[in-house]
């Protein structure tokens, strides 16, 4: 009997203590899914700081490889489709986050078409910043207020060998430069996100006369410096640019600017817009008034109204009939139904020379117009193929200067027909009612106020 009780005895006490520990795993687990399942609850909480957004994000992205430190600078490598910025009025793509922690980027698309030059600072670098004159920094006055960039560092380096690429010359004298091909080759090369469908300068120089380019299928070639081909700039960001939101993704890129946007002249250069149920872009812009250009050819029912600049002469006349300055400031402007809200406004009709290819000549003259069309300097100039230029060759008055097929310049006879792309101003004060400034998210305009 002795001997059957403590046999009880022992088996209560290994089951109170089994019940013991259990109670005690129940207990400890129960409580950990607790803690976790609050601290899933919480918001996540991400810096203001673009830079540290960019990092923290990456760190989780599933494919390490496409995004990569080394030596304290962050690189995306590969067809990413996680580093859109919107900027100003334009998209851009990180390229990458240098050791200082600035941001340098390189736009999606290009803006115009330029000629190298003898060297980078003939033509591109003057077109691209602010310099002494007027004439000077047409992209960087279209970005307005520019607090957030630093000096860019553009690599100047000369190989006949990509092999040997690298950026070694360099010069920290712009806000804005090119991309260059040590930087294209880092990303991936024609397996990256930096190819686009055009065909655009790089920094770097061949040899003399000739000069690293991307062509659209992302193949590294040269050609000589007189060429014109697309620019694609290149901006770097301060290390305390502050981001308001957004994912990276094209449809939702990080977002830095906080503009109201209430009447037009609050909207960016380079931001769309809807008027007369046609889209448009936005190319300059002054206190008053602002200066588009549809992103499409004036259309005959579906297809493109093909129509001859002149029987005569490149000159501009509305009081020619047989002239198309007087069929858009006469015929197209009436069939407007909100054409109350266009007003005048100075069209670039300087000369252009194929031997100088210097876009400053083009800027000497203008015209007041209210509907013209893009001159050789003006941005977006190159986007819709096969359309008149307001821009002419001074030694040939028979002669004027056109978008071709390949969305390159051309000179054409002023008796040939070819397509329109229209160039309106409309009045500053007019009440944005709503959209974002996007191709996606055009702003949509009410009346004036």
Request: charged share 25%; hydrophobic share 30%.
């Given at each position: 009997m002795k001997k059957s009780r403590r046999k009880i005895k022992k088996q209560l006490i290994f089951n109170l203590i089994s019940i013991i520990f259990l109670l005690g795993c129940v207990t400890y687990y129960v409580g950990r899914l607790i803690y976790y399942y609050k601290e899933s609850q919480k918001p996540v909480v991400y810096s203001d700081l673009l830079y540290e957004r960019i990092i923290d994000e990456n760190d989780t992205y599933d494919l390490k490889t496409s995004f990569i430190e080394l030596n304290g600078i962050y690189r995306f490598v590969g067809n990413v489709n996680n580093n859109y910025v919107k900027y100003k009025g334009f998209l851009w793509r990180v390229i990458r986050i240098n050791q200082d922690h600035s941001i340098t980027m390189?736009?999606?698309?290009?803006?115009t078409s330029l000629a190298y030059g003898s060297d980078l600072n003939t033509i591109i670098l003057p077109y691209l910043n602010k310099g002494e004159d007027n004439t000077s920094g047409i992209f960087e006055n279209a970005l307005e207020d520019d607090k957030d960039l630093v000096k860019n560092k553009v690599c100047l380096d000369r190989f006949n060998d990509i092999s040997i690429a690298g950026c070694y010359e360099t010069t920290y004298d712009y806000k804005i430069g090119l991309l260059s091909l040590d930087d294209y080759l880092k990303a991936g090369a024609n397996e990256s996100y930096l190819v686009n469908e055009t065909t655009f300068w790089t920094s770097n120089r061949y040899n003399s006369e000739n000069v690293w380019y991307i062509a659209s299928d992302g193949l590294v070639s040269n050609n000589l410096n007189n060429t014109k081909l697309g620019i694609r700039p290149v901006i770097t960001l301060s290390d305390q640019t502050k981001v308001l939101g957004g994912e990276g993704i094209s449809e939702n890129p990080y977002l830095i600017d906080n503009v109201s946007l209430n009447k037009l002249t609050d909207a960016y250069i380079g931001n769309y817009v809807t008027f007369n149920d046609t889209l448009w872009?936005?190319?300059?812009?002054?206190?008053?008034?602002?200066?588009?250009?549809?992103?499409?050819?004036?259309?005959?029912?579906?297809?493109?109204?093909s129509i001859a600049y002149s029987?005569?002469?490149?000159?501009?006349?509305?009081?020619?009939?047989?002239?198309?300055?007087?069929?858009?400031?006469?015929?197209?402007?009436?069939?407007?139904?909100?054409?109350?809200?266009?007003?005048?406004?100075?069209?670039?009709?300087?000369?252009?020379?194929l031997t100088t290819n210097d876009y400053r000549t083009v800027l000497k003259n203008t015209a007041n117009l209210k509907v013209g069309m893009l001159s050789v300097a003006d941005l977006f100039a190159y986007e819709v193929p096969n359309t008149f230029l307001l821009t002419t060759d001074i030694a040939n008055e028979s002669a004027i200067f056109s978008v071709n097929a390949n969305k390159g310049l051309y000179e054409s006879m002023t008796t040939q027909k070819l397509n329109v792309r229209p160039v309106i101003y409309l009045k500053g004060d007019i009440e944005i009612k709503s959209g974002n400034g996007t191709y996606l998210s055009p702003l949509t305009l009410g009346g004036s106020s």
């Open positions: 390189v736009s999606e698309d290009t803006i872009r936005i190319v300059a812009k002054d206190k008053d008034k602002v200066k588009l250009v549809s992103t499409e050819c004036i259309k005959n029912g579906e297809e493109c109204l029987n005569y002469s490149n000159k501009i006349s509305t009081s020619d009939k047989t002239n198309l300055m007087y069929y858009l400031n006469k015929t197209y402007l009436n069939s407007l139904k909100d054409n109350a809200l266009i007003v005048s406004g100075p069209f670039y009709t300087g000369t252009y020379s």
